[in-house]
């Protein structure tokens, strides 16, 4: 306080005084700035410091011109800090506002009620609440079940469900591949739900329904057809789509809008696609990308192993049993291998 104490006092005094001698005064003191500060790069700078620039930055135009300890960009951040403080401080209420917080023993009760009554809607849990003296919104309500925890016997029932008949269920879907010309082949494939076996594939620049009813046809031949088939909203199945797998006696199921998920055992089969051998590859041509997509689903089928298969493969690759010597075999050009025991 006395060193500010004397800052004022000495521009007080320069204020008497001529300008010539307060101009060889600044400069002389310059240069002693700029000796202190190649002693001392960063000058360590108190809380008087900052406010007196502040201060000066706030009544005087100039300010930044006369900086040497500082930059510019400093006193403005002291000044956003200084701001934010200044705020916080005047804004500090004693009680709190905004919207009363659900108490623990009340959420606890609606997660179990959504557990116990998967049935049951906001307005029946907000009856029962209710009647048990709990003062809260229906709306309320409707925003907790939303955070409440699912339970997983559920997903499991459905999975056992899946899997008890994924003998009945195939699936079908496109995906693009961009060409060395920066054209777009369309690439359809028909996939079981049970081995994940790729039924049939093919590719065109053009597709149609016609012609998707076609490759339906080549896919399930000599009435082989599963129970039901899942695929997507895609425009290019039009009407004549649908109609065609009632006919081959399958129970056509729609995916819902912007719903690939639905659709899970293709999405995962177009991603391993891509990730095993698309995304290292550049196609030439139709014929060049349909020999390259023989040559992976032969290596799908007979050589990749599966999570979802338990380690298996498709076509149920045998395990090795005998104990010789290691031979590898490289598959789709050298981007994967496969590995046997000598007999």
Same mark, same amino acid.
């Given at each position: 306080?006395?060193?500010?104490?004397?800052?004022?006092?000495?521009?007080?005094?320069?204020?008497?005084?001529?300008?010539?001698?307060?101009?060889?005064?600044?400069? *002389?003191?310059?240069?002693?700035?700029?000796? $202190?500060?190649?002693?001392?790069?960063r000058p360590s700078l108190n809380i008087v410091d900052r406010i007196f620039w502040i201060a000066v930055r706030r009544f005087w135009s100039r300010?930044?011109?006369?900086?040497?300890?500082?930059?510019?960009?400093?006193? *403005?951040?002291?000044?956003?800090?200084?701001?934010?403080?200044?705020? /916080?401080?005047?804004?500090?209420?004693?009680?709190?506002?905004? /919207?009363?917080?659900? !108490?623990?023993?009340?959420?606890?009760?609606?997660?179990?009620?959504?557990?116990?009554?998967?049935?049951?809607?906001? !307005?029946?849990?907000?009856?029962e609440l209710l009647m048990l003296g709990f003062d809260i919104s229906e709306r309320t309500i409707s925003r907790r079940m939303k955070r409440a925890p699912r339970n997983p016997e559920l997903a499991k029932r459905w999975l056992a469900f899946l899997r008890n008949h994924r003998e009945a269920i195939a699936a079908m879907d496109f995906f693009t591949v961009p060409t060395i010309t920066f054209g777009v082949l369309?690439?359809?494939?028909?996939?079981?739900?049970?081995?994940?076996?790729? $039924?049939?594939?093919?590719?065109?620049k053009h597709p149609t329904s016609l012609w998707v009813v076609q490759q339906l046809r080549e896919a399930f031949p000599f009435e082989s057809a599963a129970r039901f088939l899942i695929f997507d909203r895609d425009g290019k199945y039009g009407l004549e789509v649908p109609v065609a797998v009632r006919s081959m006696k399958m129970s056509p199921v729609r995916t819902s809008f912007e719903s690939p998920w639905e659709n899970g055992v293709a999405e995962r089969w177009v991603e391993s696609c891509r990730r095993d051998l698309l995304d290292h590859v550049i196609a030439v041509n139709e014929r060049h990308l349909k020999r390259l997509l023989s040559e992976y689903v032969c290596y799908y089928h007979e050589d990749r192993t599966h999570l979802g298969l338990e380690?298996?493969? !498709?076509?149920?690759?045998?395990?090795?049993?005998?104990?010789?010597r290691i031979f590898c075999h490289a598959r789709l050009g050298g981007l994967h291998h496969r590995y046997d025991r000598a007999a």
């Open positions: 306080m006395l060193s500010l104490f004397s800052l004022w006092f000495g521009v007080l005094v320069r204020l008497f005084r001529r300008r010539g001698s307060l101009v060889l005064e600044n400069m *002389v003191l310059r240069q002693q700035l700029a000796v $202190l500060k190649r002693r001392r790069p300010w930044n011109q006369a900086l040497i300890v500082v930059t510019p960009e400093t006193v *403005v951040r002291w000044h956003r800090a200084g701001f934010r403080l200044y705020w /916080r401080l005047i804004s500090k209420v004693k009680k709190p506002i905004g /919207r009363m917080q659900t !108490p623990k023993e009340v959420r606890e009760l609606i997660f179990r009620m959504v557990r116990e009554n998967p049935t049951r809607g906001a !307005p029946r849990i907000h009856g369309y690439c359809f494939f028909v996939i079981t739900h049970d081995r994940r076996h790729i $039924l049939h594939f093919n590719i065109t380690k298996g493969t !498709p076509n149920n690759r045998p395990r090795s049993t005998a104990s010789g």
